[in-house]
């Protein structure tokens, strides 16, 4: 099929070269760390009174400037590689369906008919499928994968209404380095995705997304407000701890290799095989294909890494509101390069349901106890984010500054 994605440049770039020397990169950095017993820090603690997670107000701000206003990851391209596919996405606010033309480039609609508003997919998400039309199970009316009306049952009685071709309203969309990006607002800017990414599309350039085929997708609830879960993603202080049974016995407590690049970050943390490197000449260091985690503004952490040396396997976080205390995660894995066969489909999705239960029982647990904590805290109560949480600190700011509302901090 025909390119499709105009961030892709269809050189000869050796990815899985760079990949190495990206990781090569990231392990100077984590055996510095590791050697002198410290982290990447903040300049100090930022105390963040409780209102940042439970106030009205302020979750009403952030829904429309970040969850209605910024350019979204609605998924990857390789979940409606072929025409005719169509991606669900319902998680920001309206429903919305990303679909593949018959001309290869995707598009994003309402999942609304222009007849009566009726929804065209009736499924809730996580839902893709393929069509050549699309009927409404109203009184028929039918879309093309273009989203052209082609059928009107009845059409005399609509003769003379001269409100426009009654096609499906369009949705801004942007198909970039593998990522399908969606503006939740079909009044809302054509997406610019060059511009969203900035520095971070050659970070993120490197994990060949448009490769990636799905393999498991489902849906993880937090009784939380949607930043408290996210905060989860963004610290390595909590592994020893939380996940004293997993991850806390592979990887380094409190390491974290933190790079900004605009609004956008990557963090990365150490396992315990890094540490055998402290000392030791670079050359004789073994080669990795540690990718880390990767924070796409405003709600999207996408991992990229392997599960024994050589299987490798991508994971997608996307955490949207229900409410100011309710949290959704669309969670994703996906096989970098394809499915190889069924025995690495089988592991894909070991990975899936291990990762699901560690963050749906340890994560989400505490996020969900300590929201409900908030919401009866004493009035002056602020959270603290220490300064070796210097990847939430960025978060928060970032957020803060986009919808235009300062940080509640004793400060200010
Ligand atoms: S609402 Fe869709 S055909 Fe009537
Ligand atoms: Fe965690």
């Known amino acids: 099929m025909a390119e499709r994605d105009p961030g892709l440049d269809g050189g000869e770039i050796d990815w899985a070269a760079t990949r190495r020397e990206n990781a090569r ?10 050697a002198s017993k410290t982290t990447d820090m903040a300049d100090g603690p930022l105390p963040l009174h409780k209102s940042v997670y439970i106030d009205e107000p302020r979750f009403a701000a952030e829904r429309e400037k970040l969850f209605l206003s910024e350019p979204l990851v609605a998924g990857l391209s390789g979940d409606i590689p072929e025409p005719g596919d169509i991606l669900l996405f319902d998680a920001a606010g309206p429903s919305i369906l990303v679909m593949r033309g018959r001309d290869g480039s995707a598009r994003a609609f309402l999942n609304m008919c222009t007849h009566r508003g009726a929804r065209l997919v009736e499924e809730s998400e996580p839902w893709s499928g393929n069509a050549k039309r699309l009927a409404c199970p109203f009184h028929a009316w039918t879309f093309d994968n273009q989203g052209a009306l082609i059928g009107q049952p009845g059409k005399a009685g609509f003769a003379g209404c001269d409100i426009g071709a009654r096609d499906l309203v369009e949705v801004p969309c942007a198909e970039h380095l593998g990522l399908l990006l969606v503006r939740a607002d079909p009044d809302g800017d054509p997406i610019d995705a060059a511009a969203h990414l900035g520095d971070f599309a050659p970070v993120l350039e490197q994990l060949e997304l448009h490769r990636a085929v799905p393999v498991k997708r489902g849906i993880l609830k937090a009784d939380s407000n949607w930043k408290f879960a996210l905060d989860t993603y963004g610290e390595g202080y909590h592994f020893k701890t939380l996940h004293a049974s997993t991850i806390g ?3 380094y407590n409190d390491i974290c290799v933190f790079e900004p690049v605009g609004r956008h970050h990557r963090v990365g943390f150490p396992d315990l095989s890094v540490g055998k490197n ?3 000449d670079e050359a004789d260091w073994p080669e990795t294909d540690y990718g880390g985690v990767h924070f796409l503004f405003p709600n999207t952490v996408i991992f990229f890494g392997s599960l024994t040396p050589g299987v490798f396997f991508t994971q997608v976080f996307r955490l949207f509101p229900d409410g100011v205390g309710k949290t959704r995660c669309q969670f994703a894995v996906y096989a970098p390069f394809g499915i190889i066969d069924e025995e690495y489909r089988a592991t894909c999705e070991t990975a899936y349901d291990a990762t699901a239960k560690v963050v749906q029982t340890e994560d989400y647990r505490v996020a969900a106890a300590g929201y409900a904590n908030l919401l009866t805290a004493p009035d002056d109560f602020h959270v603290v984010l220490g300064a070796n949480e210097i ?4 978060v928060h700011r970032h957020i803060a500054e986009t919808i235009g509302m300062p940080l509640p901090t004793e400060r200010s």
């Open 25 to 34: 990169a990231i392990d100077r950095r984590m055996v510095d760390l590791i």
């Open 249 to 251: 016995q592979t990887h």
């Open 278 to 280: 402290v000392g030791k």
């Open 391 to 394: 990847a939430l600190q960025a």
